[in-house]
């Protein structure tokens, strides 16, 4: 069993049909048994990304609002979330800071951080994190974390 922390670029691929779509269903298949970790902001983004992208005509509305229940079955179940704290905001102000991150990228990672040290301080392996956003894979990469880009996977 491995784990990961997935941002939203990369698990937004999970409801939306694009590259690397099915990689990353493959890591959510419950014969894997792969911890699925996420900040709580998480559903803020992905539903705004669904949602954005039936107004760009790129998803029909019913397709949209079926991947948004989908989603938030599996988030309110299957994912473990990172809550949004005053720790993990000054972590990711830090972040922001050093790695010239978007704000919610900085938290996205200092969630993943957060998440890793606490599976490592636990006993368990270090989780890996799935984002399709290089600038955040980057910094991810320069502060330890494993990291893995769903569209390297067609």
């Not at 970790?37 to 790129?58: H, Q």
């Not at 998803?59 to 949004?84: H, M, N, P, T, Y």
């Not at 704290?85 to 990711?92: F, G, K, N, V």
């Amino acid at each position: 069993m491995a784990a990961y922390f997935f941002d939203s670029s990369a698990l937004v691929k999970r409801y939306a049909r694009e590259v690397g779509t099915a990689w990353t269903i493959g890591l959510f298949r419950p014969p894997t048994a792969n911890r699925i970790y996420l900040a709580r902001i998480t559903s803020v983004e992905v539903v705004s990304a669904l949602t954005r992208r039936v107004r760009a005509g790129k998803l029909d509305q019913k397709s949209a609002a079926r991947a948004v229940a989908r989603f938030r079955r599996a988030f309110a179940g299957r994912c473990r979330k990172i809550e949004i704290t005053e720790t993990l905001i000054e972590r990711a102000t830090s972040l922001a800071e050093k790695h010239t991150l978007r704000g919610y990228d900085a938290i996205q990672l200092a969630a993943a951080l957060m998440a890793n040290d606490e599976r490592i301080l636990g006993g368990a392996r270090a989780l890996i994190l799935i984002s399709a956003d290089e600038a955040l894979n980057s910094a991810a990469v320069s502060e330890g974390l494993a990291v893995d880009n769903p569209n390297h996977h067609p």
